[in-house]
Each structure stands twice: as C-alpha cells, then as structure tokens.
C-alpha cells in the first residue's frame, strides 16, 4: 500500500507531506482547491510525462515522493524486477522535475520510464476522471474478462503466445519460398558460379598476412640488390691503378710525391675490398622476379574475393557457408516446402485446438461475470439493467487467442441488449466501470487503486451505492478517492482536506488529516454549502453513523 506522498514545488503545491492509511481515504477540496493536484503527482511519479509548467514559479524544480509498504505477493514480482524493497518492506519512488529534463528513482537507483512503469504496475492503479471512456474500446472488455478469470485463462494464454510465436515463424518461412520457378533456376545457377568461385580460390586462414609480409621481404631486397650493384660499380680502382702508375715513376724525386703514392695504394686496396665485398653479396643473393609476381597475383586474387563477398577471409568462408545453405534450400525447395506445410499444419491444429479451449474457458467465466456486473449495476442504481457478454470470432488468430468479445447492456425493461458503446452516458460508463472493478476487486492483484472524480454526474440513492461499492473494495485494498460527494466522504476510513491559501501574494495549496470532528464538518461543508448550521452538522454525524454502520454489516 501507499504509506507516504511527498510533493514539493508542483503546480499550486509548495510542500505537502501526506501519510496514507489502510482501508477508504478520502480527499475533499473547494472548487479549484488543486485536489486534482494530488493525483497528478502520483501520476508524475508513476511515469508520466512532465512538463516543465508544473514546476512552481518560484522554484527551480519540482519533486514527487511515494513511500509504499510490500506485501509477500507483490515482493516476490518485484524482485523478479530487480528491485528489493528493505528489511521492513519499504520501496520508495521518486521524481524530480526540472526544466529541461526529469529523473525517476526506485530506492535511489535511476530507471528508465519503461522499468519504472513495470514497476509501479505492481503497485498502483489509478482509475482517471476519464479512464472509463476506456470502456469505449471493445479490446478493454476481453482484456477485463481475462483479468476476471485469470487462474482459468493464463495457462491456455501463455501456451498460445509461445505456439504463436513458432506459428508466425513458419508462416512468414512459407510466405518466402517463392513459386517463381524461373526465378529460384537463376538463383541457382548464380550461387553454384559464387560457390565455385570461392572454392577455386581456396582461400586459407592467415594465407592473406604471410604473403603480405613476403612481398615486403622481396620488395625491400630488390632495393638492397640495386644499392649493392652500385657500390659494386663506383669501387672500381682502374683509374686509381692508372694514377698510382704515373705517381710511382716521379715519387723518388720529392718526398710529398711519395706520401700521395702511399695514399693511393691505401686508397687502392680500400676500394678493392670493398669491390670484392659487394661481389660476393651480389654472388651469394638472389632475385625472383617471378615469385614476387607469383606472390602479387595470389594477394589480388585474395584481396578480389575479399571486395565481393567480405572483408576478411573469415567472412567469405561465412558467406560461402550462407550461400551453400541458401542453394540447398533451392535445390531441396519442394522437400522442404511439403516440410515447412507439414509443420505449419500441424502447429496451427494445436494452436486452433488451445484457442477453442481458451474460448471455451472465456464463455463460461464471460456468463459468471456479466452476472456479477449486472448485481454489481443494480447496487448502483441500474434497477431493470441486462448485461452480457457478446463473442465474435476473429478472422485471423492471434497471440491471445481468436476471440473478440463485447459487453452488451440494456437499462431499460423491453429494450434489446446493444454494445455498451451505443447506450451508455458518460455517468454511465463511470458506474459501470465501478461495478467492475469492484467485481474484480478479489481479482486484482494490485495494492492501491485510486479514484479521481468516481462521482462525476451522479447524486442522491446513487451516490450512496458508490459509496457502498467503495467501501466493499477497500476491504481487500487501499482505495484513494477525490470526491465531492458528502455520501462518499462519509464512508472514510481516513479523510484529508485539500484547501488553498494565499501568503505574501503566492497561492498555495496544502493537504491535511482530519480528525474525527473535523471529518463532521468537513460533511456538513458538503452537505450545507456556504452556511453550516448546527442542523446541517448534526446531519453529518448521522451520515457518518450510519456509514460506520454500513461498513460493520459489510464486515459480518
């Protein structure tokens, strides 16, 4: 249940702390006292989308806490979420609004809108001043039923959405073989010329980086061979033979003659050490031209099959592998066409087979309900109301089935039942959506459901089965109703006041717990208007006997 509400800095609201109870709490405001405020903010924390003109004026953002109490049921969903409430079963959310973006908390921890709304799905419902419009689409009403009877539908429902799921796989297979028999003959052929052109290149692993790393070996020692063959060619000492001839004749005429002799045979000696080195490399070493052109040619070829079918040889041998499976289809179409046909009836007769259960299962628990929502109905006032269930095949199945079921109602004695769209008013449909969730009410797993304006266009004997119905099912939850009903109020297992006030030129609005006599008056507001006589106030403490006595006769 909802313990605690925290807002601060929304809309009218500066600050408002507000701590909730078990059982019927009720919220009761003036006209335009911001009690649709409240259920906003709820709303805002649960994951709706904020606007940054619900941040107060005069403040930089704008913040909702909810402290909810976890049940045993709700935990174990709960940590199948990830989420663990402490020791005492306390699981706080939280959002904090600010005008260019918002952050949602589940104990802390940030979530994303989605997990935050699995989440709180568990936890709360709130039931809109126009979510019974809802009751407009026929899908609701299956929806309704299904919730219904759950223990009897979910099993035949889960085992229907995975079949389906296989189902779908075979029909949408069967929808791409095509029938095209010219069509798949050039395929065919196709692939066979790919296939055969990716086994003759006999691709290896790792064959693409030893090569690579072999033409730079030959690259770079053909750039070697030609330096070498050049020192070869600049050490020839024929001209410095020649010039030591001329010097040796004229040496013993001058000393320094003879000095550049000596320097010449040095020179001489140097450049025919050098010559003999350079032979020898250039002797010892060879060039093939023709396995560098070998080498080049393999690595194109790789390279060529790398640009048509992938960009590593390990994706063309995946590619291959696609494609050899792509023409065993082709070359096996019928085979496995009478295959997939064989599998796809056999998994439609299953599925037909559970849907005509789930159907059947539906129209039996379809017949308890109508029944339950018509009682439910004439404790709201619909004296001579006829309500059913209507059931239509679909055309087509669907992961929840084939059925598409309708309500039906008639309100008046000798009218014909007719879809609830066409008859019903908006009062109406508010009533009937009441009945049903007070029908579902032992059904409904989740915790806390929240009432904004149930009492919209109803008054009177009317008003006091509302109130009745509301009593009934905050038996098993916590129910939080805004209501301007005093017939409502009266049935208060706790009651908060809704007021707003202005301080230094800043409206504001608060929320408050009343106590016994305040509750009383707050019923003689309601019941007296402006003026509240002792006459009025004493009606009051009548109304709220006689709703405690109501709510003890429901109890025994």
């Known amino acids: 249940m909802l313990l605690e509400l925290h807002v601060k800095n929304l809309a009218l609201i500066k600050q408002a702390d507000v701590e909730l109870g078990e059982g019927l709490n009720i919220l009761t405001g003036e006209t335009g006292a911001g009690k649709s405020i409240l259920i906003d903010s709820v709303s805002l924390a649960l994951g709706r989308k904020a606007s940054k003109e619900m941040i107060r004026s005069d403040a930089?953002?704008?913040?909702?806490?909810?402290?909810?109490?976890?049940?045993?049921?709700?935990?174990?969903?709960?940590?199948?979420?990830?989420?663990?409430?402490?020791?005492?079963?306390?699981?706080?959310?939280s959002r904090r609004i600010m005008p260019n973006r918002s952050v949602s908390r589940i104990n802390d921890?940030?979530?994303?809108?989605?997990?935050?709304?699995?989440?709180?799905?568990?936890?709360?419902?709130?039931?809109?001043?126009?979510?019974?419009?809802?009751?407009?689409?026929?899908?609701?009403?299956?929806?309704?039923?299904?919730?219904?009877?759950?223990s009897r539908v979910d099993g035949y429902k889960n085992k229907i959405s995975e079949l389906y799921k296989q189902y779908r796989g075979l029909k949408d297979a069967l929808a791409k073989l095509s029938d095209d028999a010219e069509s798949r003959r050039r395929e065919t052929d196709f692939l066979r010329f790919e296939l055969n052109e990716i086994e003759n290149a006999a691709l290896k692993n790792g064959e693409e980086e030893t090569l690579a790393a072999a033409l730079a070996r030959l690259e770079s020692g053909r750039q070697i061979l030609a330096a070498i063959s050049a020192v070869y060619e600049a050490a020839d000492s024929s001209a410095v033979s020649c010039a030591l001839g001329e010097v040796g004749t004229v040496a013993g005429l001058d000393e320094s003659v003879a000095a550049i002799r000596d320097q010449l045979y040095d020179a001489e000696a140097v450049l025919n050490d050098i010559r003999h080195a350079a032979r020898a490399y250039l002797d010892e070493t060879e060039?093939?031209?023709?396995?560098?052109?070998r080498i080049r040619e393999r690595l194109d070829a790789i390279r060529s099959m790398e640009a048509k079918y992938g960009a590593t040889v390990e994706a063309v041998q995946s590619a291959y592998e696609k494609k050899r499976q792509r023409l065993d289809e082709l070359e096996h179409f019928d085979e496995r066409r009478a295959k997939l046909e064989e599998?796809?009836?056999?998994?439609?007769?299953?599925?037909?087979?559970?849907?005509?259960?789930?159907?059947?299962?539906?129209?039996?628990?379809?017949?308890e309900l109508a029944d339950h929502i018509r009682e439910?109905?004439?404790?709201?006032?619909?004296?001579?109301?006829?309500?059913?269930?209507?059931?239509?095949?679909?055309?087509?199945?669907?992961?929840?089935?084939?059925?598409?079921?309708?309500?039906?109602?008639?309100?008046?004695?000798?009218?014909?039942?007719?879809?609830?769209?066409?008859?019903?008013?908006?009062?109406?449909?508010?009533?009937?959506?009441?009945?049903?969730?007070?029908?579902?009410?032992?059904?409904?797993?989740?915790?806390?459901?929240?009432?904004?304006?149930?009492?919209?266009?109803?008054?009177?004997?009317t008003a006091q089965k509302v109130s009745e119905k509301l009593a009934i099912i905050s038996r098993n939850h916590q129910v939080i109703c805004i209501t301007h009903l005093p017939q409502i109020a009266a049935m208060a297992d706790c009651h908060y006041e809704i007021a707003k006030s202005?301080?230094?030129?800043?409206?504001?609005?608060?929320?408050?717990?009343?106590?016994?006599?305040?509750?009383?008056?707050?019923?003689?507001?309601?019941?007296?208007?402006?003026?509240?006589?002792?006459?009025?106030?004493q009606n009051a403490r009548e109304m709220k006997k006689l709703a405690a006595e109501k709510k003890e006769k429901q109890l025994s």
């Not at 049940?71 to 005492?88: C, G, N, S, T, Y």
């Not at 809109?128 to 039923?145: D, F, N, V």
């Not at 929320?511 to 019923?523: F, G, K, P, Q, V």
Request: net charge negative.
């Open 502 to 537: 202005v301080s230094q030129g800043k409206t504001a609005t608060r929320i408050r717990a009343l106590n016994e006599t305040e509750m009383t008056d707050e019923l003689a507001r309601l019941l007296g208007g402006a003026e509240i006589t002792d006459a009025v106030r």
């Open 287 to 293: 060039f093939d031209e023709e396995e560098m052109a």
């Open 343 to 367: 599998e796809y009836g056999q998994v439609r007769g299953c599925l037909e087979k559970l849907c005509g259960q789930l159907s059947q299962a539906r129209r039996e628990a379809a017949g």
């Open 60 to 93: 930089e953002y704008a913040y909702v806490e909810l402290v909810f109490s976890v049940e045993e049921e709700q935990r174990a969903k709960l940590e199948a979420l990830e989420v663990f409430p402490d020791e005492e079963g306390l699981l706080v959310i």
């Open 109 to 150: 921890e940030t979530v994303t809108a989605a997990r935050l709304r699995a989440v709180t799905g568990l936890l709360i419902d709130i039931h809109g001043q126009h979510e019974h419009q809802s009751l407009l689409h026929i899908a609701r009403h299956l929806e309704i039923l299904d919730i219904y009877a759950k």
């Open 376 to 461: 439910a109905l004439v404790d709201l006032n619909f004296l001579d109301v006829r309500f059913s269930m209507e059931f239509r095949r679909l055309t087509q199945i669907g992961p929840e089935g084939w059925d598409e079921a309708e309500f039906m109602i008639s309100t008046n004695p000798g009218e014909p039942l007719r879809p609830l769209a066409a008859v019903a008013s908006g009062g109406e449909l508010s009533r009937i959506m009441l009945a049903i969730k007070t029908v579902l009410a032992d059904s409904d797993a989740v915790p806390t459901l929240i009432f904004d304006e149930i009492d919209s266009g109803i008054s009177g004997r």
